[in-house]
């Protein structure tokens, strides 16, 4: 069974930075793809980035590009989403997933198989 849990929601400052975690068990690690969603109050939801497990290799949405990094510990069995200045826009819950594939590319869409609860991110102005 595929369990994700995410954690490091909080609120923050504009301007300011969080690390989000996501710690996986029941993954493959050289077949898996991690993607990082977020949906705010109203909106659909929204591709943020995705990483492959095998390699670290990471894409992002066009919407954060620059601003936030995926990153991967598979030792510790947690990916990781960094967050820098960080801006009101960005207030939302925060979901990772995961599955054999992931793309947060302009202009595709693949529904990811299995996901963890979210954690909320609030950033104030």
């Known amino acids: 069974e595929v369990r994700l849990v995410e954690s490091g929601g909080g609120l923050v400052q504009a301007g300011g930075s969080l690390r989000l975690s996501c710690r996986v068990s029941?993954?493959?690690?050289?077949?898996?793809?991690i993607g990082w969603f977020r949906q705010a109050p109203g909106k659909e939801r929204e591709g943020v980035s995705c990483i492959r497990l095998k390699d670290g290799i990471a894409h992002y949405a066009d919407s954060v590009k620059g601003q936030f990094t995926s990153s991967r510990d598979n030792a510790k069995s947690t990916v990781y989403l960094q967050m820098d200045n960080l801006k009101p826009e960005d207030t939302a819950v925060y979901y990772c997933a995961a599955d054999v594939f992931c793309t947060v590319r302009r202009g595709t869409r693949y529904e990811m198989k299995n996901w963890g609860k979210g954690t909320l991110v609030t950033v104030s102005s």
């Open positions: 029941g993954v493959t690690f050289d077949l898996d793809d």
